[in-house]
């Protein structure tokens, strides 16, 4: 059985650092590209970041470019979201989810509340 | 990386059919056959309905349906059924191996 558990969350203040993590398991890991993806409290799906099986491709979008970090451990089976610089618009659950152009498993998410 | 767009709301009754339309350019609808589309229940995590423009995962039942033309793509459900109520993320591929982008989501209320 596939399984997603995403740790790391919390209340953080602006400006803060926080490192999310998500453990893999039931599936062989270093075969799948891996993605962040984000849901603000009351609003719809946004693409975080993402990175390949290798991490040879990595991607992040416009909004926390420069100020996030994706990255995986595969003999670990977990991929990481280093986030810097936090603002109260990061605030969200954060997912991490498997695949390559469509996410067939999704962890329950990390909540991050980003405020003073 | 504009987001998808998507209507933010459509209804029907049960038995009916609805479609609900994400609306795209030539760099990520438009220019690849990697729509999906997910349904996400309050409070849940969401689920792969559509993969690959109209392929439908294991478990998914048949009146959930998949078509794109142009830089539009579309989603049916068919019969619709009080469990359907739910909010619909399309979502595409947007090139250079890893960039994806999401619509902004569809409330489907069942009446």
């Known amino acids: 059985e596939v399984q997603l558990v995403e740790s790391g969350g919390g209340l953080v203040q602006p400006g803060r650092s926080l490192r999310l993590s998500c453990a893999a398991s039931?599936?062989?890991?270093?075969?799948?590209?891996m993605h962040w993806v984000r849901q603000a409290p009351g609003k719809g799906l946004e693409w975080v970041s993402g990175?390949?099986?290798?991490?040879?491709?990595?991607g992040y979008a416009d909004s926390v470019k420069g100020r996030f970090t994706i990255s995986r451990d595969n003999a670990k089976n977990s991929l990481y979201l280093q986030m810097n610089s936090l603002r109260a618009e990061d605030t969200a659950l954060y997912y991490c989810?498997?695949?390559?152009?469509?996410?067939?498993?999704w962890g329950q998410g990390t909540l991050v509340t980003v405020s003073s | 990386q504009s987001a998808l767009t998507q209507p933010r709301s459509v209804s029907g009754s049960p038995g009916q059919s609805v479609t609900i339309s994400c609306t795209g350019t030539?760099?990520?609808?438009?220019?690849?056959?990697?729509v999906s589309w997910y349904q996400q229940h309050p409070g849940k995590a969401p689920k792969l309905m559509i993969y690959?423009?109209?392929k439908r995962p294991s478990g998914v039942p048949d009146r959930f349906s998949g078509s794109k033309s142009g830089n539009t793509a579309s989603l049916t459900i068919s019969g619709l059924q009080a469990e359907d109520e739910a909010d619909y993320y399309c979502?595409?591929?947007?090139?250079?191996?890893?960039?994806?982008?999401f619509g902004g989501g569809t409330k489907l209320t069942v009446l």
């Open positions: 989810a498997k695949g390559e152009d469509y996410f067939d498993y």
């Open positions: 690959d423009v109209s």
């Open positions: 039931g599936f062989t890991f270093d075969d799948y590209a």
């Open positions: 979502c595409s591929y947007a090139g250079s191996y890893i960039y994806v982008v």
């Open positions: 990175i390949s099986w290798n991490s040879g491709s990595i």
């Open positions: 030539s760099s990520d609808v438009g220019g690849y056959n990697y």
